[in-house]
DNA sequence: ATGTTTGTTGACTGTTTGGTCAATTATTAT
DNA sequence: ATAATAATTGACCAAACAGTCAACAAACAT
């Protein structure tokens, strides 16, 4: 589930510690996710890693460091997959690239957005500053420039900000609540078309009621 | 934030016993959210209520059972709270009062879903049944409403269970990521006309998706 | 008034927790 | 070969944990 991107970490990354903390980071975030921060335990996490909990403990130095990592991991996804939109796209084409972007990230990594949903729903106690500064910024970049389209006539007059909060809550939704949607839907797992047919359905919905009145 | 509803418990009711209960689940409902379901510790919740631990005991005889005890009135809650979707009504109507009631609950009792919210990312560990039997026949009762709407040309062909996964996810997002949005809009709380223009701008961008193309 | 139920609470118990440490073994560099 | 560094792990500890219990106080019913 985690994808280490290239890593830069100050330790250095011998091939023994590389393999060891990807196979703990990726038990950890299965602990995480079922447990939450407090509820996981170390030797649980171990467990799941088939590792003696000391030395889950020798390659990070306590829980805490083992969450952050993950964290890390997970913003680091979310910043690469996430497409740009651009100003030359127009609106059609910038909410096409942006709802495939994040129904792609949901459907191949659903576990990066659960942990992410955990942290924000429980009150983003670890990610304060990111919410704060990065995120803020995000989106208000993104809403200036569908605002741009709006004003210039190439849109309908919708309130940008929450267009990207429809548009990131329903694609986001496939992954944090999967089980329920796999219940629902009567089904064990996702299928490489399920992405296809959400995004086609997401995209036509959105842009139509985007559309300029006419 | 939580609001009990007509109380059935099998324990006779005295004043002191209501009282205490609705203070202990108001203290527990918080301390589960922002720790977890195994983070929040029974002492905790006993502190934030201001009672000894034994007391709090001698009401919950366990752990659990508090977690039971709030779980199910969120369940009551929305069940209650859900507004039913009546054939005659139209798919008009019907969005707009399935929106209006959804947005009404995600603002006026961001708790109760944030409490779901947690259950499901984590794999509905303590609702597994009501997932699987009440939720899915909701769904497909209510996607099958749609689908007559459709094939009787009173709404575009859209997929009905894809659009009410749109629609739970859109509303309840102003819920669970309560923090995130309050952050990002640089806001300390919602205030009451959020709820208006949250459903307005929900309804008109769902309604314009799901028109007859012409 | 008196007995009975209901509520209150400090003290206790066995278990699990995060984290340390020292002793030992692998690996690598020279 | 040998010294230095990295990795492994069982044993250990203080703190926090869920839950029990017995002793007592309040409230209530008659």
Redesign the interface.
């Given at each position: 589930m985690i994808k280490v991107a290239a890593k830069e970490t100050t330790k250095k990354t011998g091939k023994i510690r590389e393999k060891s903390e990807y196979n703990i980071l990726q038990a950890a975030q299965a602990e995480f996710?079922?447990?939450?921060?407090?509820?996981?335990s170390v030797q649980s996490i171990a467990d799941r890693a088939q590792l003696p909990k000391a030395n889950v403990l020798y390659y990070f130095k306590n829980k805490e460091n083992i969450y952050h990592a993950i964290l890390q991991l997970t913003l680091d996804m979310w910043d690469q997959g996430i497409g740009d939109i651009k100003l030359e796209d127009g609106p059609q084409m910038a909410i096409e690239k942006i709802i495939a972007a994040k129904v792609k990230m949901s459907f191949k990594n659903p576990n990066a957005s659960?942990i992410y949903?955990?942290e924000?729903?429980?009150?983003?106690?670890h990610l304060k500053d990111f919410?704060?500064t990065y995120?803020?910024k995000w989106?208000?970049e993104k809403a200036k420039v569908f605002q741009h389209w709006i004003d210039n006539g190439e849109m309908a007059d919708?309130?940008p900000?929450?267009?990207i909060?429809?548009i990131?809550?329903?694609t986001?939704?496939?992954a944090?609540?999967e089980?329920?949607?796999l219940?629902?839907?009567?089904r064990a797992d996702y299928e490489e078309e399920d992405i296809e047919?959400?995004t086609e359905?997401?995209t036509?919905?959105?842009l139509?009621?985007?559309?300029l009145k006419q």
């Open positions: 996710i079922i447990q939450g921060y407090k509820g996981a659960k949903a955990l924000i729903i429980q009150g983003a106690q919410a704060r995120l803020r989106v208000r919708v309130n900000v929450n267009l909060f429809l990131w809550s329903s986001q939704h496939y944090d609540f089980t329920q949607i219940t629902i839907m009567n047919q959400v359905f997401l036509d919905i959105i139509r009621g985007c559309k």
